[in-house]
């Protein structure tokens, strides 16, 4: 009897042992891997650039409409907001500005990655009221991360502080009390802002992630979330509440409850913005702050202890790379690389600048 009788022929094809099987399957997932976090880290990039070359737009827009005269060249600009300087402290055009450069530069981002780098996530973008509810539902736990690393981040600070080192933040309060700063803050912190935010961070990432792993696309997108927020306090706070954020957006398959989540994180956090802007009295603010923080930090806590399982990634498929191997995969993929140096960079520059 022919012992090797289960053997193709020649020609017609060649047997494979369980340990090619399983190299192929290797390099075919980490190809696969490779594709997609290129694609992030170039997206992420891309956006760098625009938001960097938005910026120069808008300052040359606003130029031509309060100066009525058309002028490309960098001096007269220049001159002209040094004898306005009016323009330059005013809250309502430094949050025009933001809205602006944020909105823009994410439709064009947003273009990019759906026709030219064909990321199909338009599915996490479907309402539903269920999804709302669970946005409202799944906030206090985010608000508790965050307040969380926000207390345990500012006794770093202190430390640092007492040395005579500062730590740069970002300042989105409002200087001025006109109704027009009050309606261009909201309209950037509380709406667009969180809008533009999620369809990027929650949805174009967890979209490029998720298929190497839910856990994978839960640490990137909280970990991208943090870093661009460009100084360590503002990073400690969103990469612990956007854990959750991703958390959400996995299991729902959706970032209509993560919109809802980060709408009412800014919203809660600028209460002190807003009812200063409305001269409302200190103690009156202090009491409504403080009795919105204790109630989410109850229900906030209330989850952690019995509820954060419902959210833990719990994967639906076996890889053959390690968890371990996913992670390099993304962390040494060039583009990532090199958008963590432009990152690394600026929060150099700026703790230089704030020491300076």
Same mark, same amino acid.
């Given at each position: 009897m022919?012992?090797?009788?289960?053997?193709?022929?020649?020609?017609?094809?060649?047997?494979?042992?369980?340990?090619?099987? *399983?190299?192929?399957?290797?390099?075919?997932?980490?190809?696969?891997?490779?594709?997609?976090? +290129?694609?992030?880290? #170039?997206?992420? @990039?891309?956006?760098?650039a625009l938001t960097y070359g938005m910026n120069y737009v808008y300052f040359y827009l606003l130029f031509f409409i309060?100066?009525?005269?058309?002028?490309?060249?960098?001096?007269?600009?220049?001159?002209?907001?040094?004898?306005?300087?009016?323009i330059m402290d005013s809250s309502f055009y430094k949050m025009l500005g933001n809205l602006f450069i944020v909105v823009v530069s994410m439709l064009i981002l947003l273009l990019i990655a759906k026709y030219l780098f064909k990321i199909k996530f338009e599915d996490m973008l479907r309402p539903k009221a269920s999804l709302v509810k669970n946005g409202f539902r799944w906030f206090p736990?985010?608000?508790?991360?965050?307040?969380?690393?926000?207390?345990?981040?500012?006794?770093?600070?202190? *430390?640092?502080?007492?040395?005579?080192?500062?730590?740069?933040?970002?300042?989105?309060?409002? +200087?001025?009390?006109? #109704?027009?700063? @009050?309606?261009?803050?909201?309209?950037?912190v509380i709406l667009l802002g969180p809008l533009c935010e999620e369809l990027l961070y929650r949805g174009v990432i967890i979209t490029l992630l998720r298929p190497y792993g839910k856990g994978l696309a839960v640490f990137f997108s909280a970990l991208f979330f943090?870093?661009?927020?460009?100084?360590?306090?503002?990073?400690a706070s969103a990469f612990a509440g956007g854990l959750v954020f991703a958390a959400v957006a996995v299991k729902y398959n959706s970032i209509i409850p993560t919109i809802v989540i980060h709408i009412l994180n800014n919203t809660v956090a600028s209460i002190g913005d807003f009812t200063d802007v409305l001269n409302v009295k200190e103690v009156i603010t202090n009491h409504i702050y403080y009795a919105v923080f204790i109630t989410i930090l109850i229900i906030g806590f209330y989850i952690?202890?019995?509820?954060?399982?419902?959210?833990?990634?719990?994967?639906?498929?076996?890889f053959v790379l390690t968890a371990s191997q996913r992670r390099m995969g993304v962390f040494m993929n060039i583009f990532v690389l090199a958008y963590f140096a432009l990152l690394i960079m600026q929060y150099i520059s700026s703790f230089v600048s704030a020491n300076s």
């Open positions: 022919d012992q090797n009788n289960n053997i193709p022929p020649f020609g017609y094809g060649a047997y494979q042992s369980p340990a090619d099987i *399983i190299r192929q399957e290797k390099k075919q997932e980490k190809h696969g891997l490779f594709i997609n976090a +290129s694609k992030l880290g #170039a997206l992420l @990039l891309i956006y760098e309060k100066s009525k005269s058309f002028s490309l060249e960098p001096d007269v600009v220049r001159n002209f907001y040094k004898e306005n300087s009016s736990l985010s608000m508790s991360m965050n307040y969380a690393a926000s207390i345990a981040i500012s006794i770093v600070v202190g *430390i640092l502080s007492t040395a005579g080192l500062t730590v740069p933040e970002q300042d989105f309060s409002i +200087s001025d009390s006109s #109704a027009g700063a @009050l309606a261009m803050q909201f309209a950037y943090g870093a661009m927020h460009g100084n360590i306090p503002q990073f952690i202890f019995v509820k954060i399982g419902e959210i833990k990634p719990t994967e639906e498929r076996t």
